[in-house]
């Protein structure tokens, strides 16, 4: 619940000043963007989907300006991601992103800075982020990968029981659950190579030592290189998904704006990435 004394202090008017430039605003556009309550008012889904408009073109009409004065150059933007997921879906498109802000340096961290030294956040979770902005990036599929020459020895899912399982615990679908999923039993789900991070799996798995159970977002191009195949067709949605945090403060700055749309232009169904 917000106020417009608040915006009014910000702003450095009155109250009353702010609560009729909105209603002016309001009649002009024949919609109301806030609802009014005692303690406060709060905006409409309209009203949100219209200041989350604004902000985009407010940032880049502020991006124009610093360029042409010739300020603010070069910008930082400091992002605390899973290092799989940066080394597997964000570095290959890293040339995307610079020939489109050159102006804006990107530095990935897996380390917790914590929330005041990091300007965004990706994470892999259920949508549940108290107190920061969230916007759905990707959602994942689990399904067993191996190089091509492993798969020779797998016509169904049954030959697992022979198979060299890779695990990367963490995730709510292991093994047992795409196991369930297929409707096999019979094999021994603790036995097998364990590993701390999907990037460690997938190497072991490049190397043929193994069955891992794999994400689509990161082994894409893996799999479009043909390093790695899928012996079955059988693919278990993922419970999670990567998320792209903000708090409300750092999700309004140009860089942050910038950087979030441009993943959502990549995770788009029509998004592909350069071989």
């Not at 597997?88 to 995307?96: K, N």
């Not at 999923?181 to 043929?208: C, K, L, N, P």
């Amino acid at each position: 619940m917000g106020s417009f004394a608040a915006a009014a202090s910000a702003l450095n008017v009155t109250a009353s000043a702010v609560s009729q430039h909105i209603r002016a605003l309001e009649l002009r556009l024949g919609k109301e963007l806030f609802d009014r309550h005692a303690n406060g008012v709060r905006l409409t889904d309209r009203g949100r989907l219209y200041a989350e408009e604004l902000g985009r073109a407010f940032a880049m009409i502020d991006q124009a300006t610093a360029k042409l004065a010739g300020r603010g150059t070069r910008e930082m933007l400091v992002v605390h991601v899973p290092t799989s997921f940066a080394s597997q879906w964000i570095a290959p498109r890293l040339d995307l992103f610079r020939s489109q802000y050159p102006n804006i340096d990107l530095r990935l961290t897996a380390l917790d800075h914590g929330e005041g030294k990091v300007d965004a956040a990706i994470e892999f979770g259920w949508g549940n982020w108290p107190k920061r902005e969230a916007t759905l990036l990707l959602r994942d599929e689990t399904f067993p990968v191996c190089t091509p020459r492993y798969a020779q020895t797998l016509r169904s899912p049954e030959d697992l029981k022979a198979g060299d399982l890779l695990h990367v615990p963490g995730y709510d679908e292991d093994w047992d659950t795409w196991l369930a999923h297929v409707g096999v039993t019979g094999i021994d789900t603790s036995a097998g190579s364990f590993f701390d991070q999907s990037i460690m799996g997938i190497r072991a798995a490049i190397e043929g030592k193994g069955v891992l159970l794999g994400r689509t977002a990161l082994i894409e191009r893996e799999l479009a290189a043909g390093l790695l195949v899928a012996p079955f067709e059988r693919r278990l949605q993922g419970a999670g998904s990567y998320w792209f945090l903000a708090t409300p403060q750092k999700a309004k700055t140009p860089k942050v704006i910038a950087f979030r749309d441009w993943l959502m232009r990549m995770t788009a169904p029509v998004a592909t990435i350069e071989s």
